[in-house]
Structures are given as C-alpha cells and as structure tokens.
C-alpha cells in the first residue's frame, strides 16, 4: 500500500502541475484573444482529442494488464503494439483534417486542428511508453515526462502569447513539447527497462487485438462522452463559439482536479487491481473498497467547495471578461462541479470493469452513456446553450455511477464498509455552510485553505487516515 500511496502522489503531483499549468496557459489566453479565437480554440482540442481516441484502440489497459503479469515479456509487447499504433496514427491524423475541412470551420480553426492533431498524435506513440512506467509500477518516469511536457509548453507557449503571438503559434508550441515528452518517454524505457526491439507476432497482435477491441468501443465512447459537448455546442448553442470558451474555461478549472481519480485508480491501482482479480481474489474487495473509500473523501468536498465559490473562482480568475461573460462561465462551474465529483467515483468503477477484464460490460455502459449524453445535449444545448451540455454531464455521470456500482455489487465485488460515505457528506455539507456564509466576506484565498484545513482535520479526527486494508 505504501507504493500505491507513493506512486499516486507522484502521479497526482505531476499531472497536477500540468493542469495548473494549462490552467494558467488558458488565463493568459483569456486576456490576450477574443472569445470567439478561444473558442475555436476549445473546439479544435475537442476534435483532435476525440480523433486521436482511435489510435488508442482499447489498446492501453490490456497492454498494461498483461505486462503487469509478464513483466519479462515487457520489449515483445512493446514492439509489436507499437506497430498497431503507427498505422491507426496516419489513420487518425487524416481523419482530423478531413473532419475539420468538411465541418466548414476557418482556415485559422483548421491550421490549428493540424499542429495539434500531431501533437495528439505524438502523445498518444508516447503513451505506450508509459504503458511500461505503470506496468513495472515506476510511475515517476511518467511524471517526469508530464512535468517536462507541460513545462516546455507552458514557458515557451506563454512567452509567445505575452509577445503577442498569434494562437496558431501556441499550438505550434504544444507540438514541440509532445515531442519532448516522445523523447524522454523513449530514452527512460531504453535505458531503465528494455531497448526497443521489432520482432513482430501475428499471434501476439491477434491475441492483444482480441483483449483490446471490446474495451476500444467502450473507450471510444468513453470519450464522444466527454468531448462530444464542446463540438456540439459551436452548432447548436444560440451563442456559437463563444459557448464553447464559457464552457470551456469552466471545465479547465473542474479539470485540474479530476487528474486525481486517474493518477490514484489508472495510474497506481490498476495494476493491484488486476493482480488481486487474477491470482488473488479474496482480497479484491478489500482493494475495491480501498478506491472507492478514498475517491469519496477527496471527490464530495471538492464537489460541495467549487459549487459554492463558483462564482468568486470565476470572478477571480476571468476579471478580463464582462460581468455577464464571468456570470455565464460561474453558472457552468457550478454544474461541472457536480459533475467533477462524481467522476471521482466512476473514475473507480471504470477501472474496476478494465481490471476484471468485463469488455463486454465496459462497452454497453459507455455506449449507453454516450448515447444518453448526446441526446441530452441534443436537447439542452439549443435551449441552455453551455449550461445545458455543462447539466447533460452531470446527469450522464450519475446514470453512469448508478449502473457502473449496480453491475460491480452483482459481478465482481462488493464494499465491505460505507461508514467513510456518511462521514464524508456531513463533513463537506458543513464546509458547505461555512463557505456559503463567509464567501461575501472573506477573499477564497482565504476561505479554501480554511476549507482544506476543516474537513481534512475533521476527516483525521474520524479516523479516516489510517491503514486498514493490506493487499499487494
């Protein structure tokens, strides 16, 4: 459990530093362009992203599921996946031009859906390097690489927007840092774990394709359902592109919190998880609850702290913007919040569904959220425009939470305490009160570090931090 614990605030530390870090990239933004530019923006990192979701191909857990079992097998897996990667990546990279162009965006929207197409594209070949960095549990080859990665971007991609180049520099930019990270990814895997080495397997690729299929339906909706409400709504919202940077801007602050979840269940879990389904399953639920039980108390008082300050945090944050325009991104943080939250949570029952290798599962539960997702937004954003897509998430996240925990209990495991659940929510409610109450009175520079310091003192009073499962 120490490792877990260690491997986890390395992960969350650094991915945390590069949220910040793209946190304050999108403040500088907001001050040098136009909302429409950042909006468009939004939506080419929308589209890129979910394009580049297909060179993923479900390719990730399996591949980190099975080196975990075999390390020794770790260059053969490697090699042979690698070559599926570079294949999807032409696929992929071609997909995002074309769909830009046949959208009918500005050139200036396209030329920048180019470079960061290949940087979503460079990123995605160095991801299967950190396939190996969570495989061998040495989870701090991969920080380095996401520190290095967001630093370039943030130094350089900043000096260039306060020199008052234009957005298409920036994302000319992000490229040159995804390589730096590809590099680094490269050099820490061929001098700290194995060289590099083709020696392609059609039985190998056939049987990973196999594993990996089922979960890239799943994973593929996965990310329609996150990515699909920032191209909707430069079509359907009233407001157009300026929708998209309200929302947009809104969903960076949510988003700099939820890289938690994935550190703490993807990043150090994951592979514990897996072990304790295959060989050693009495201690699964044990495992599961240990997820479960600290997702809840970092992700209900983060929810209950951003839903009440969303106002003064937009305030604080957008004081470029006109009061209706910071009114318009608080509304959307108040919902996102909710929605942050319980992604804490499903963050654990999705990670659970990938390390019992439930594909089939994982599939029909992302693909009738998908589905749920989009129609909502088909319905809400016409009528609330960013409000209504930032309300279709957290009602997805809860059908998600419901029918994700509801197949788990009956399936694969069940929590052996929910004492920690309770505790929780009272304890955030109160925050909750107390913010409510002060925030007209005292700056949140003040009041979040009260808040921090409440409910964590609050939680070690109630004998939360402690150590109670032991698994390996």
Avoid at 182 to 194: A, C, H, K, P, V
Avoid at 236 to 258: E, H, K, M, Q, R
Avoid at 285 to 291: C, E, L, N, S, V
Avoid at 451 to 456: D, I, K, L, Q
Wanted: contains cysteine; charged residues 10%.
């Amino acid at each position: 459990m120490i490792r877990i614990f260690k491997n986890t605030s390395t992960l969350f530390s650094a991915h945390f530093i590069s949220r910040l870090g793209s946190l304050v990239m999108i403040w500088l933004m907001h001050r040098f362009f136009t909302e429409n530019a950042l909006g468009g923006y939004f939506f080419a990192i929308a589209l890129t992203n979910l394009i580049a979701s297909l060179t993923e191909l479900g390719i990730h857990n399996p591949l980190i599921r099975e080196m975990t079992l075999n390390l020794s097998q770790t260059r053969h897996y490697l090699g042979n996946t690698l070559l599926i990667r570079l294949v999807l990546s032409v696929v992929a990279y071609a997909l995002m031009i074309i769909s830009g162009v046949f959208l009918g965006y500005a050139s200036i929207i396209v030329t920048m859906i180019i470079y960061l197409g290949l940087a979503e594209i460079v990123n995605s070949i160095a991801q299967l390097y950190r396939c190996v960095f969570r495989a061998h549990e040495e989870i701090k080859y991969e920080a380095l690489t996401v520190v290095a990665e967001r630093g370039v971007f943030c130094l350089v991609g900043g000096s260039a927007i306060l020199l008052g180049y234009e957005l298409v520099n920036v994302c000319q930019v992000m490229l040159i840092a995804s390589c730096i990270n590809l590099i680094l990814s490269i050099g820490f895997t061929r001098y700290r774990f194995t060289p590099l080495h083709f020696e392609p397997s059609r039985q190998f690729i056939v049987v990973l394709m196999q594993q990996a299929l089922p979960f890239a339906i799943g994973n593929l909706f996965h990310l329609i359902y996150f990515r699909i409400d920032a191209i909707m709504l430069s079509k359907l919202s009233p407001d157009g592109l300026d929708a998209n940077t309200w929302y947009g801007l809104a969903y960076t602050i949510v988003n700099a919190f939820t890289t938690l979840p994935g550190a703490f269940m993807m990043g150090a879990l994951f592979p514990v998880l897996s072990r304790a389904y295959e060989r050693e399953r009495d201690r699964l639920p044990g495992a599961y609850t240990f997820g479960v039980r600290w997702m809840v108390i970092c992700g209900v008082p983060l929810a209950v702290g951003l839903a009440t300050l969303s106002h003064q945090i937009a305030a604080v944050l957008f004081s470029a913007y006109t009061p209706d325009a910071v009114a318009k991104i608080a509304t959307a943080l108040l919902w996102l919040s909710g929605s942050g939250g319980l992604i804490f949570l499903t963050t654990v029952a999705l990670t659970m569904l990938r390390a019992a290798d439930k594909r089939r599962a994982f599939s029909v539960i992302m693909g009738t959220t998908a589905l749920l997702n989009i129609g909502l937004n088909l319905v809400l954003i016409p009528r609330f425009s960013h409000v209504g897509a930032a309300i279709a998430m957290v009602i997805s996240e809860v059908y998600l939470l419901v029918v994700g925990f509801g197949y788990i209990s009956k399936r694969i495991a069940k929590l052996t305490e929910t004492g920690f659940i309770f505790k929780a929510v009272v304890l955030s409610a109160v925050m909750g009160i107390g913010l409510a109450l002060l925030k007209d009175i005292l700056s949140i520079w003040i009041l979040i570090p009260l808040a921090m310091v409440f409910y964590s003192g609050g939680i070690f009073v109630l004998g939360e931090f402690r150590t109670k499962f032991e698994f390996g």
